[in-house]
């Protein structure tokens, strides 16, 4: 891609509006443009990095057993009325009439509409268990919404509810979806700390929400060491469930199970959080099947949601430095970013244009800044959007047939031929396991 012909409106100042770090660079990097309080229009980079994130979420799913499905964003009042939550929602939920003056409303999750699906087609044990999830985007009608995409009104979730005969199996399924959980984070760059935690509107007994470590981070946990020490081919969830972790008020410094040398005391952003509520949602709205007694009982469910909007600002706040975003490679918005500093230069422009057509035909995603601007400007820029890999042409360097190669995860710079360069990146993995 050119950067003269795609779309990175950059802004140089910060915006006034934006209170965090992750806020400020969506918007100074040209990703996102506010269209209302708490709504926003993805503009082409952070487009990218939405679907980046989406796939990686998608995979891990499909990985665990999960089958796509997709509801729609309006649901009609009805089921909500029958599960009690209509009314227990309050003014979070945006409530709409259409022209007949039925009630309807921009859903804020599916546990209801899913397990409508889930009675209408499932009666019999043999077709458990069952997990289906969508990546939909949801409206909860915050009362400051604030913090970008972090805490928006309208914003993108993956959410997936399982369903088992009995509460045993109803753990498998929780358990499955802890694993892949702790796997796409990983798969992100992402440090994934599990807590037990409150269960709130959703409801049930058991639940854990998955916070990622960053210094900017809103809430402040308290958890075993060891928890940050995963490796992604031997997740074991009971294990990591077992560990010692508390958020901000629930941590309680003289009932600590754990040694002080053992505690570690980190920032976090919630990024994920999971349910396993029983019956609650299956008896209110029938979803019974027949047991191998041809018993009719009612299924027992869990819920399991990623914010993939919030993810984008999360990994910022993660990954960030004084110049700008940087990104981790499996989640970047490109690959390379190769910087022409003359462009007037015909052997600047010979050896760009080599390496663009070299790079694009590789499994790497190029973004080819061909600007006709300042070269302040463009470092600026590249540094700023954060594109891992940087490879800068000057005149100078190239007359010895040098280029720069920039990583910008560690802002290290080596000057070597372009045929290093290339061997180098082509040479990269593009995720992170
Ligand atoms: C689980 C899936 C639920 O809604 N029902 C279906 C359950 N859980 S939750 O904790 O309320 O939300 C899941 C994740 O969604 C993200 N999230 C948000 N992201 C951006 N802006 C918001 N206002 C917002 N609210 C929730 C979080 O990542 C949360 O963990």
């Known amino acids: 891609m050119k950067f003269s012909s795609f779309f990175i409106p950059t802004l140089k100042n910060i915006p006034a509006e934006a209170e965090i770090i992750s806020h400020q660079l969506m918007i100074r990097a040209g990703m996102i443009k506010q269209a209302s309080a708490g709504i926003y229009s993805w503009l082409p980079l952070g487009l990218k990095v939405l679907k980046k994130i989406e796939h990686i979420v998608r995979d891990e799913q499909n990985k665990a057993g999960a089958i796509e499905v997709l509801m729609p964003t309006i649901q009609s009042a009805d089921l909500w009325i029958k599960s009690g939550r209509y009314e227990d929602y309050g003014k979070e939920m945006l409530r709409i009439q259409d022209r007949s003056g039925r009630e309807m409303l921009y859903g804020p999750t599916n546990e209801e509409l899913i397990t409508d699906i889930f009675q209408s087609y499932i009666t019999s044990y043999k077709d458990l268990p069952k997990n289906l999830y969508h ?5 909860r009608d915050e009362v400051r919404p604030r913090f970008g995409v972090m805490r928006g009104r309208e914003f993108l979730m993956k959410d997936n509810y399982s369903f088992d005969l009995t509460e045993e199996d109803s753990k498998i399924s929780y358990n499955k979806m802890f694993t892949a959980y702790i796997k796409t984070f990983l798969r992100m760059g992402l440090t994934p700390i599990s807590l037990r935690a409150e269960t709130g509107s959703i409801g049930g007994n058991l639940s854990h929400e998955f916070q990622i470590l960053a210094k900017t981070g809103e809430s402040t946990l308290y958890y075993d060491k ?5 490796d992604p081919e031997t997740i074991n969830p009971d294990k ?4 010692y972790a508390a958020v901000d008020g629930l941590h309680d410094e003289k009932n600590c199970p754990i040694s002080k040398e053992q505690l570690k005391i980190s920032k976090g952003i919630e990024v994920g959080h999971i349910f396993y509520f029983g019956t609650k949602y299956s008896e209110k709205l029938s979803a019974f099947v027949q047991n191998n007694k041809g018993k009719k009982t009612a299924v027992h469910m869990g819920s399991y949601g990623i914010g993939i909007s919030r993810l984008v600002g999360a990994i910022i706040e ?7 975003i940087k990104w981790p490679i499996s989640v970047a918005p490109f690959h390379v ?6 462009i007037d230069d015909k052997a600047c422009a010979k050896m760009s244009n080599i390496m663009y057509e070299k790079i694009s035909n590789s499994k790497l995603d190029v973004l080819y800044d061909d600007r006709d601007c300042s070269i302040g400007k463009k470092l600026s820029d590249n540094d700023l959007i954060g594109i891992p890999y940087q490879v800068i042409i000057g005149k100078r360097d190239l007359k010895d047939n040098i280029v720069q190669l920039k990583n910008r995860l560690n802002n290290e710079t080596k000057k070597i031929s372009p045929e290093e360069a290339l061997n180098f990146l082509l040479e990269q993995t593009l995720t992170d396991f």
């Open 135 to 139: 990546i939909q985007w949801k409206f």
């Open 226 to 230: 060891d928890l940050e020490k995963i």
């Open 240 to 243: 990591l469930q077992s560990y």
């Open 318 to 324: 993660a990954f960030h430095d004084d110049k700008g």
């Open 337 to 342: 970013s190769l910087i022409n500093l003359m």
